[in-house]
């Protein structure tokens, strides 16, 4: 009995374990992308700046307060040569900042009709499809053709094996 055990036990451990797995993917893809329209604008604001020397004041320049539909508005300065004869410098600066906007028209065929543009304006026209496409064959094969300005076309193929033993 004993021996029987034996050879059992030695036919058992003598018997090659086996563990394979194979995987096999395959991906094919085809992406198409138009381009949005797109405003990014920065409004600019007003500034006023004097300096000089040997220069007197009578009237200080300025800016005017904006309101909601207009924008500040400069104001006169009155300013007079402190002793004649001599030396003299001066400066004065205005920066008159953007109206107010308080609307935006939107979108017609992709494109922004009347943009807000303001005294720092990014503008992007939306893209055109035109002739893009893509297609995927049995065969496997992504095929694109390009479009108009905007757009943009990929096609893919993927294949992955992998075997385990």
């Given at each position: 009995?004993?021996?029987?055990?034996?050879?059992?036990?030695?036919?058992?451990?003598?018997?090659?374990?086996?563990?394979?797995?194979?995987?096999?993917?395959?991906?094919?893809?085809?992406?198409?992308?138009?381009?949005?329209?797109?405003?990014?604008?920065?409004?600019?604001?007003?500034?006023?700046s004097v300096s000089g020397s040997n220069i007197s004041v009578e009237t200080?320049?300025?800016l005017a307060v904006a309101t909601a539909t207009a924008p500040a508005l400069a104001t006169d300065g009155s300013y007079d040569i402190n002793t004649d004869g001599q030396a003299f410098s001066f400066s004065e600066t205005t920066q008159?900042?953007?109206?107010?906007?308080?609307?935006?028209?939107?979108c017609s065929s992709g494109l922004i009709t009347a943009p807000n543009l303001y005294g720092d304006s990014i503008t992007s026209s939306g893209g055109t499809a035109g002739s893009l496409a893509g297609t995927l064959t049995a065969a496997g094969v992504p095929t694109v053709t390009a479009g108009g300005a905007g757009t943009t076309a990929i096609g893919q193929r993927t294949i992955e094996l992998s075997v385990f033993q």
């Open positions: 009995m004993k021996r029987l055990f034996l050879l059992a036990s030695a036919l058992f451990l003598a018997t090659p374990v086996s563990a394979a797995e194979i995987t096999s993917r395959i991906t094919d893809s085809v992406q198409l992308t138009v381009d949005g329209p797109a405003v990014q604008s920065t409004r600019i604001g007003s500034s006023y200080l320049g300025g008159i900042g953007d109206t107010p906007v308080t609307s935006q028209s939107c």
